[in-house]
């Protein structure tokens, strides 16, 4: 196991043993009920411009997600980013549960945005990037692409990322970066990111070597329950004693293609609606009953009240820290 997850096992239990949870919990409630005092607006909004992938990775639920696959109309998608701009929000990410490059209006939506002055980034696969897509995206760039890429060999990159081609997607990648550096421009910054899980993480310093000196930089995060427990192995750490607020319901507003605003990104069926974009402002929905409601129990510590929050395993562990 990777040392830094070893130690985060070690000083999850530590603070969940008395009586060290007890002042734990007195020094990290006081820090996010101050952080929360500050929070008006989400950092950033999502907007799922086609809840379409081609992919099938072993530890994303896309495969079991039952509502209509659809692309966001152009005029819904302007109504959304002008009023992200309105209320003061300046990045916009144009994926979800989706492969960007599959959308026929994406370069239309880059860059769209990019002349509101805002930011835009999205999450690929990489799969389909080809000649003429690397074309259209440099010559209206977003700020930023992360490559989703988890493995540093082929055969394991492949048994997650199911359907995806080790060779292709790593070229792919490559030719983007060559032909942005040949044209001399400093954006779309390119990074990669992996997330770890137990068939992955033996193999983290290969994954560094593939990418290091390639790309603008790589991150790692830990697999989540969102598809069901089994992907964590040695990664599980202990489960916290008290439930702290997911800060991701104050970082991110999800915007479905449908238009209905989602609870997060563990939401990938649209199953907590919050408020529907058709028909109501983004204001309106963010300061309004349902989101406020959800917050508030989350800021109760009652966050598993929430029926989708009571299974995640972000609740229990990831909100143990992320507010620091």
């Avoid at 990410?93 to 370069?107: A, G, N």
């Avoid at 696969?125 to 060999?153: A, H, Q, R």
């Avoid at 997330?195 to 990418?211: G, P, R, S, V």
Wanted: hydrophobic share 35%.
């Amino acid at each position: 196991m990777n040392n830094h997850y070893r130690m985060k096992k070690i000083l999850f239990g530590i603070v969940n043993k008395y009586p060290f949870y007890i002042a734990y919990d007195r020094i990290y409630t006081k820090r996010i009920n101050d952080i929360l005092k500050d929070i008006q607006l989400p950092q950033a909004i999502s907007i799922e411009t086609f809840n379409l992938c081609n992919l099938k990775c072993i530890m994303c639920p896309y495969k079991d997600m039952t509502r209509q696959k659809s692309v966001m109309t152009m005029e819904l998608f302007r109504k959304v980013v002008l009023e992200s701009k309105k209320m003061g929000i300046n990045n916009v990410i144009v994926s979800f549960y989706s492969e960007p490059f599959l959308d026929p209006h994406i370069f239309e939506r880059i860059e769209f945005v990019r002349k509101q002055g805002m930011n835009v980034m999205f999450y690929s696969n990489g799969t389909v990037l080809n000649y003429e897509k690397i074309k259209k995206l440099l010559d209206n760039p977003p700020n930023k692409i992360i490559f989703s890429f988890d493995g540093g060999t082929k055969e394991t990159y492949e048994k997650i990322r199911v359907n995806a081609k080790f060779d292709v997607v790593t070229g792919n990648i490559r030719r983007l970066v060559e032909e942005r550096n040949r044209r001399g421009m400093k954006e779309p910054a390119i990074e990669v990111n992996c997330t770890i899980q137990k068939e992955n993480y033996h193999e983290l310093d290969a994954f560094k070597k593939l990418w290091d000196g390639v790309v603008d930089g790589y991150d790692f995060g830990i697999v989540d329950n969102r598809e069901g427990e089994g992907h964590e192995g040695d990664l599980t750490v202990e489960r916290s004693r008290l439930v702290y607020p997911c800060r991701r319901l104050w970082n991110e507003m999800i915007v479905l293609s449908s238009g209905k605003v989602a609870l997060c990104c563990v939401d990938f069926d649209g199953k907590v609606v919050l408020g529907d974009t058709n028909n109501q402002s983004l204001d309106d929905i963010w300061n309004g009953e349902l989101y406020s409601k959800v917050r508030d129990l989350h800021q109760q510590k009652m966050g598993d009240k929430v029926a989708l929050c009571r299974g995640c395993s972000k609740l229990y562990r990831a909100a143990q820290v992320a507010w620091w």
